[in-house]
Structures are given as C-alpha cells and as structure tokens.
C-alpha cells in the first residue's frame, strides 16, 4: 500500500477556491498507476469524481465538477491536487485521494479500483 496524506481543505464561500493535496510517499509513488479525488457526505456513499493516470497524464471528470475542478499530479514531488473553483454549497464533503497500485476492479469512479486512501480532509462551502 502506499502512504498518502492530504491537506488544504477548509471553509470557503459559494465562488470561491481552494487547492487540496495529496503527498504520496516516495518511495512507492512509481508503484502508482492512477490516482483519484473522491467525496463522501454523511449517510452517503463514497463517490469518485476525478482521476489522473499519473504516467500519461490522462484526466477523466464526473460532470457535477467538469470545468469547475483540476486534477493533476507533480511527479517530481510525488503529490497529487486538486484546484477546486467555483465552489458550489453541495461540493461541501470530505474529500479523500487514492492510490491505485496494480490490478484494477472496477472503474475510476469506483472506490474498489484503488488500494490506498488518504485520512481525508473537510470542505465546506457557506453561503
């Protein structure tokens, strides 16, 4: 498995931005094939809206945050982000990164094709 840490979530008002992390650990990140930003809200299910092959770059969105959020990677400092604007009152969630490492069960979107997760962090968006 691989360590991943997240950071830079926060409160912000509806429009605004903010920046999330996610620092892998270095000696494993080139063990990684495809990286994620997921979402989950209490009382619902864990949803996959971003992801980043990290070797060719290759981005895929769900539509709720196509145009609005960035994924991408930096390989040389092993992290991962996720530039977040235009931040609506329903993006409130904790946000959480994964790892995927190796086979694959599943689609980007499901938690079941990663095999390392982050602790999480909030976001909440107010009015």
């Known amino acids: 498995q691989v360590q991943l840490v997240e950071s830079g979530g926060g409160s912000v008002q509806a429009g605004g931005s903010l920046r999330l992390s996610c620092a892998a650990s270095?000696?494993?990140?080139?063990?990684?094939?495809?990286m994620g930003w997921f979402r989950q809200v209490p009382d619902k299910e864990r949803e996959g809206f971003a992801s980043i092959s990290i070797r060719s770059g290759n981005t895929y969105y769900d539509d709720s945050v196509k145009g609005r959020f960035t994924i991408s990677r930096d390989n040389a400092n092993y992290t991962l982000y996720l530039q977040m604007n235009s931040l609506k009152l329903e993006d409130t969630a904790m946000y959480y990164c994964a790892a995927a490492v190796g086979t694959f069960v599943g689609t980007w979107r499901s938690p079941s094709f990663y095999n390392s997760w982050g602790q999480g962090t909030q976001v909440t968006v107010s009015s």
């Open positions: 270095a000696y494993t990140y080139y063990d990684i094939l495809w």
